[in-house]
């Protein structure tokens, strides 16, 4: 115990004054601080419920009260951990035992978030997070549509080069025709052999025509479905109706991607190229004499070259079209809204902050709470009973100390009034009796 005559000094006097300003500002927190940590936790149960019931896919009796149950389970279980962490953190004097309950709200606070948290989260903004999945996903449908696309107008490009392939025998079948090319003029060997190819190619242009009619018009069936499907996305209503709807959409948008990846010619002109030499039928030499069959034999192997150079050619032009990118497969995977505000949480930071911040703000209380508790020991701390007593103090206990003997006094006075009957009800049992 200190020295009763020592003197507060002014810094002492002013610890203990704060002391006993913060003892009275906790005093009055204490009155409301279980009913708001309560209704927070109330609030945080019924986000958690709207969460749980996003992820049940039965809507029955069992599944609501299964959602209940949870819900309730989490506010109860929020309420009694704050409510042991704001009484026993600020309470602890010791380093080792702070760090220890330290620790324990941190885990306490990750198993909050796992449990409430994440669904909150879901609960506050899961459509709009479906509806980003919804988006990203008609995204990945119109970039695989436009590279479809591309790749079936590319391979129609190769049209051109055919036209003039085929253009080109079909000039010297004519000369050989009129006698220009071997100097024999007729339909003999030669012009046979140019005709020959003339139509092979003729033919494969034909071929190559009469897919960009249906090129056209799965590029614009595809981009009247992508319409409704962005439609989808916009749409009021809600987002797992709408999501059925557009998982049909994906269906049939992924139907006309895969027509336009088989309308490509470019694999047909490939091959037509590898047979454009390798398929020529050498006539017999009709030539009458020597000097016209060696003129036809000379020509037909000119006409040879002439094929390997446009085989080459068109074999090239058309692995071109074949080296370009296909199209990522894409697919349209249903999903829910808990797993959404998960896989695209960066784009709602302010749902996840608002649904975390709900569950841990009494963290925030408890730490307030420790740093008062420890400037109220801070403030009496070298500081004996005596010199810690106010002037409302003493006064209370002065008070106190004259109830105390007016109660003795008034017992004692009870106790001789007692003696004093007892001794005359005896005097007269004695007068009696004589």
């Known amino acids: 115990m200190g020295d009763t005559n020592r003197r507060l000094t002014a810094a002492e006097t002013k610890g203990l004054r704060t002391a006993k300003e913060l003892e009275g500002h906790l005093a009055w927190l204490?009155?409301?601080?279980p009913a708001a940590l309560g209704v927070l936790a109330i609030a945080s149960g019924v986000y958690t419920?709207?969460?749980?019931?996003s992820l049940l896919e039965d809507t029955?009796?069992?599944?609501?009260?299964?959602a209940v149950a949870y819900s309730v389970a989490v506010s109860v279980g929020i309420f009694v951990f704050w409510s042991y962490m704001l009484r026993l953190l600020p309470s602890m004097r010791t380093a080792g035992g702070f760090i220890g309950?330290?620790?324990s709200t941190m885990v306490g606070s990750l198993a909050i978030i796992a449990m409430s948290s994440w669904l909150n989260a879901a609960a506050l903004a899961g459509s709009a997070a479906v509806e980003q999945h919804l988006e990203r996903?008609?995204?990945g449908y119109q970039s695989a549509l436009e590279q479809?696309?591309?790749?079936?107008?590319?391979?129609?490009?190769?049209?051109?080069?055919?036209r003039r392939a085929r253009e080109a025998f079909e000039a010297l079948a004519e000369q050989e025709r009129s006698g220009e090319l071997s100097g024999t003029a007729g339909e003999g060997a030669v012009y046979r052999v140019l005709r020959q190819k003339t139509e092979e190619l003729q033919s494969l242009e034909e071929q190559i025509s009469e897919q960009q009619p249906l090129i056209v018009d799965a590029y614009e069936q595809g981009n009247e479905i992508l319409g409704r499907m962005r439609g989808l996305t916009v749409a009021p209503g809600p987002v797992e109706q709408r999501s059925v709807a557009f998982s049909e959409e994906s269906v049939r948008l992924a139907g006309v991607i895969s027509n336009l990846n088989q309308f490509s010619v470019a694999l047909l002109v490939a091959r037509a190229a590898e047979d454009l030499p390798a398929s020529v039928v050498l006539p017999e030499l009709d030539g009458q004499t020597t000097s016209v069959r060696q003129a036809q034999s000379s020509t037909i192997g000119s006409v040879l070259d002439a094929l390997d150079q446009r085989s080459q050619t068109l074999g090239q032009a058309a692995g071109e079209v074949l080296a370009m990118e296909p199209p990522q497969e894409t697919a349209y995977n249903p999903i829910s809204s808990a797993d959404a505000v998960i896989r695209y949480a960066g784009n709602f930071v302010p749902s996840w902050a608002g649904a975390i911040a709900i569950d841990l703000l009494p963290g925030v209380l408890v730490f307030v709470l420790a740093v008062t508790q420890a400037a109220i020991r801070n403030g009496r701390d070298g500081l004996s009973i005596e010199e810690t007593l106010t002037l409302a103090d003493l006064r209370a206990a002065v008070s106190a100390m004259r109830e105390v003997e007016m109660s003795m006094n008034d017992m004692d006075t009870e106790i001789l009034r007692r003696v004093r009957g007892s001794e005359a009800a005896q005097d007269d049992n004695a007068s009696k009796a004589d």
């Open 30 to 33: 204490d009155t409301f601080t």
């Open 49 to 53: 419920y709207l969460g749980v019931t």
């Open 60 to 66: 029955g009796a069992m599944s609501f009260f299964a």
């Open 101 to 103: 309950l330290t620790v």
């Open 137 to 139: 996903t008609v995204r």
């Open 148 to 162: 479809a696309h591309d790749i079936a107008l590319s391979a129609q490009a190769l049209e051109r080069e055919v």
